[in-house]
């Protein structure tokens, strides 16, 4: 008995040992903690840093602090892809505990400028700590463990002023399948001596990597587009509440330091956020992370590299909304240790690091919370100053060809909280009509102005030339949207809530002829790949006409689909019922028709309606091509068309048979794995009639290994030889980043009577551009599909020598090659999943390819 009582006590010295030496490492040593909550170390069984945690096991231990502390509450505000919970750990004082609606709409009230402005001398600052938006960036939450533990179980007074004084909610892991597929490769690849080289398997993931979320998305470019289902949860959190402080943890480089903010000052700063959140609290707050780092001799830098300027940014969102974001980066272990350029990088110092400054966050806060309260109150007043005395009222928009797209661009403004109103009248501004029903207007006098601004006007002066991401985000060009500003507001109805973006298409009934559908709707692909996966003979129209249906004549634009009757191997029943299933999982409209004679144009039996095949597509996928492009085909097909389809790796290339399908994507990427008899195996299967699509910078290898005969925009030679210009050796970074294209917005021509410009009504295109690919118009007069106009700038920075290879170039055209095309995207026509404006120019390559050629 005494044997196992002496065990006992000896397993319990070590543990208690163990933890201590933890928190002396971790912690500043004056800090004493309360046995009654358990450290991270106690709950896993190892040592922070010693191992990558599990999300799963991070999350248990969030819980199990929410279950032995009356000051935590463990929440789950969604779940990921892959059925990951993304939680929030509220702390606060067990009294605040009790009263968190009431300081939630006090908050709220700060942030209503037509509203009374509360008291806010008992008014808790609210603060979101979040981290590893990154995957593979995963020092965050372990520092967000150490953050919670801290908060809960030191024993002091400031601990206790911090939970009086402050609502902070830690959000451990904006993505939890990237995290976890890193945290996989890390702890598999550990050693029990570890390695530090650089070369170590362990330091170096396989394709894709762990910064990405399922679909490889990065999750911190997210915030405006939404795209992915982990933004949209934490958006309809961070709403919630507006906090007033929002931290961003990531990593970068291990040769590296430690970036916290102020950014470099104007030029990478976002133009409608006010100064006082960069003069101000951006300086205020580093002082504090300064001291925190120099009292564990951490390096550190500010003003270099990093931008705030992106709206999707999770460091830039919360600026835009009164709050102040910030990003903090520090240099990555990526593994366990890493040798750099210095003394090798570990992962806990990795983690103290972002420990030491998330507290410094919310002692910050909290000791200037009332700057903080005046600071938001002070913003969305301004705003909504600034809204009703500017001159535009409003912004009228709306594409009645595309109702899918129109109702996706107001779910997006709904979801940023943006006031948005349907018209209740028909509205005709610059000779085109927005009609009542599907057309609507979003005034400029609301406190959202700021992101009203964000969605409708774009910028093209800019105090640097240089940009660490985009330099153009307006989201009604990234749609494509008809609008126009509008300097009184028209007739308009009660503000559109989300409940009435809900619609229940309407049953189609039967037909004796044939069913009709316009291909102009975003989600036509949709009901048209759901009608051939039945099995059905479905038709396209490849000229546009007109018929009468239930005594109304009617127009079809080019790409319409028909669906006949009669030539089908099921009963009439049957095919009634697929189409109805197809309007009711796409909501497009169907017409019905008991007749084929065309009131104009071709009637529906004449051979310009065309055999749709079913794709049968598959892409090259795996190391050097892009992540991020792929993950955009890929989540396009998946969660919007519901088309599967083939992601086969470069490895896998000698066993395919590229005759098992129809249609091959190369989105960007080196392709260095593809050798010579590869690249013919391509070509023959082209030749032989299949669809090849090249994106970006696979259109360049396609171009060097002669796969197709296009030719790049030339750099036009001075008559006569100039000498070489001397410059200052610091301003060579600066001088060849102005000539990099990093993101911004181009007017361009489509040909909308090509199959791929089908179910395009205008002729003007907003393309999306983050390279320097110059091509050449096509030496057929009919293969040009997408021609940039002579002046192409809409949004963006643009160096004027790029300006002039961009003139009259080429974003999209089709190269033959034997009985089979190549359809060339010179641009990404589907970028980071919010490129609503040219996903149609993809669609069409997948379901149109077999019938492009050059005319005869």
């Not at 209503?112 to 603060?127: A, E, F, Y």
């Not at 029990?192 to 990065?218: C, I, M, Q």
């Not at 109702?403 to 209740?424: D, E, N, R, W």
């Not at 048979?657 to 299967?685: A, C, F, M, P």
């Amino acid at each position: 008995m005494m044997k196992h009582l002496l065990s006992t006590l000896g397993i319990l010295f070590l543990i208690t040992s163990f933890t201590t030496a933890q928190n002396n490492y971790f912690f500043p040593s004056d800090i004493t903690f309360s046995t009654d909550i358990p450290s991270p170390q106690q709950f896993l069984g190892y040592g922070v840093g010693d191992m990558h945690t599990r999300h799963d096991r991070m999350v248990a231990y969030m819980q199990e602090l929410a279950r032995v502390s009356d000051a935590a509450e463990f929440q789950i505000i969604g779940y990921t892809n892959e059925r990951r919970p993304q939680i929030v750990l509220t702390i606060t004082s067990p009294e605040n505990q009790q009263n968190l609606e009431s300081i939630r709409q006090n908050q709220l009230t700060i942030t209503q400028p037509d509203q009374v402005m509360p008291s806010t001398d008992n008014q808790p600052v609210i603060i979101l700590l979040g981290y590893n938006v990154h995957g593979n960036e995963p020092s965050g939450t372990e520092a967000a463990m150490l953050t919670a533990y801290y908060l809960l179980a030191a024993q002091n007074e400031e601990t206790k002023t911090f939970l009086d004084n402050a609502v902070v909610f830690i959000d451990p892991c904006f993505n939890p399948d990237g995290r976890d597929r890193h945290t996989h490769w890390a702890n598999m690849h550990q050693a029990k001596n570890l390695s530090a080289d650089p070369l170590d398997r362990e330091h170096n993931e396989v394709w894709p990597g762990g910064r990405t979320n399922h679909y490889w998305f990065d999750l911190n470019r997210d915030w405006l587009p939404l795209a992915q289902v982990e933004s949209r949860n934490r958006l309809k959190f961070y709403h919630q509440w507006l906090p007033q402080v929002v931290t961003d943890y990531h990593e970068m480089g291990s040769n590296s330091t430690y970036f916290f903010e102020p950014t470099e000052p104007f030029g990478s700063e976002n133009p409608l956020v006010p100064r006082s959140n960069y003069d101000g609290l951006n300086n205020l707050f580093a002082k504090y992370y300064s001291e925190a780092l120099h009292e564990i001799g951490s390096l550190y830098f500010t003003k270099e590299v990093y931008d705030n300027s992106y709206p999707g940014y999770g460091s830039t969102y919360p600026d835009i909304h009164g709050g102040l974001g910030m990003v903090f980066e520090q240099a990555s272990s990526r593994g366990h240790v890493q040798t750099t350029s210095t003394e090798p990088i570990t992962f806990p110092f990795t983690i103290r690091n972002h420990l030491r400054t998330s507290i410094a966050t919310v002692r910050a806060s909290v000791e200037n919370k009332q700057t903080l309260f005046d600071h938001q109150r002070n913003f969305f007043r301004d705003a909504l100053s600034a809204g009703n005395s500017s001159s535009t009222k409003g912004y009228v928009f709306g594409d009645p060809a595309d109702k899918g797209k129109t109702k996706a661009f107001v779910k997006l403004l709904l979801q940023h909280h943006i006031k948005t109103y349907p018209l209740s009248d028909d509205v005709t501004i610059g000779g085109k009509t927005y009609p009542e029903g599907g057309a609507f207007v979003v005034p400029s006098g609301q406190s959202q102005y700021r992101m009203v601004q964000t969605f409708f006007e774009p910028v093209t002066s800019f105090y640097d030339s240089v940009f660490y991401d985009a330099s153009a985000w307006t989201v009604a060009l990234a749609f494509d949207m008809p609008y126009e500003r509008v300097r009184s507001l028209p007739a308009m109805g009660d503000p559109h809530e989300m409940e009435d973006l809900e619609e229940v298409a309407p049953r189609v009934s039967s037909a004796s002829y044939a069913y009709l559908f316009e291909w102009s709707d975003y989600h036509a692909p949709k009901a048209l790949n759901y009608l051939l996966s039945k099995g059905l003979n479905v038709k396209s129209a490849f000229r546009p006409f007109s018929i009468t249906v239930d005594g109304q004549e009617i127009s079809f634009g080019y790409g319409s689909v028909m669906v006949s009757v009669v030539d089908q191997h099921d009963s009439p029943q049957q095919i009634q019922q697929w189409v109805n299933e197809a309007a009711e999982i796409s909501n497009v409209k169907i017409y019905s028709l008991d007749g084929g004679m065309s009131a104009s144009g071709p009637d529906l039996g004449s051979r310009n309606f065309r055999t749709i095949s079913k794709p049968k597509i598959a892409m090259l996928i795996g190391e050097g091509v892009s992540g991020y492009e792929a993950g955009e085909v890929w989540h396009l097909l998946d969660t919007r068309y519901q088309m599967p389809f083939s992601k086969i790796d470069l490895v896998d290339f000698g066993r395919m048979n590229l005759n098992n399908y129809n249609t091959l994507i190369l989105v960007s990427g080196s392709y260095s794995s593809l050798d010579k008899d590869d690249i013919e195996k391509i070509k023959d299967w082209v030749s032989g009639g299949g669809t090849l699509i090249l994106q970006r910078s696979a259109v360049s290898w396609a171009i060097r290994h002669q796969l197709i005969k296009e030719k790049f925009v030339e750099t036009p030679k001075p008559k006569e030889e100039a000498p070489t210009p001397r410059f200052d050796y610091a301003t060579a970074s600066e001088r060849s980043g102005a000539r990099r294209i990093g993101g911004s917005v181009y007017q361009a021509d489509i040909d909308i009577s090509h199959p791929l410009g089908f179910g395009h009504k205008d002729r003007q295109i907003s393309v999306y551009r983050n390279h320097t690919i110059f091509l050449q118009p096509s030496t057929s007069s009919y293969s040009t599909v997408v021609k940039y106009t002579d002046d192409p700038l809409l949004d963006g920075y643009l160096h004027p020598e790029n300006l002039d290879k961009l003139r009259n170039s080429v974003s999209t055209l089709v190269s033959p090659i034997g009985r089979g095309r190549a359809v060339l995207f010179v641009d990404n026509p589907n970028f980071r999943g919010f490129w609503y404006g040219t996903n149609r120019l993809f669609m069409n390559a997948l379901f149109f390819g077999e019938h492009i050629g050059v005319p005869r």
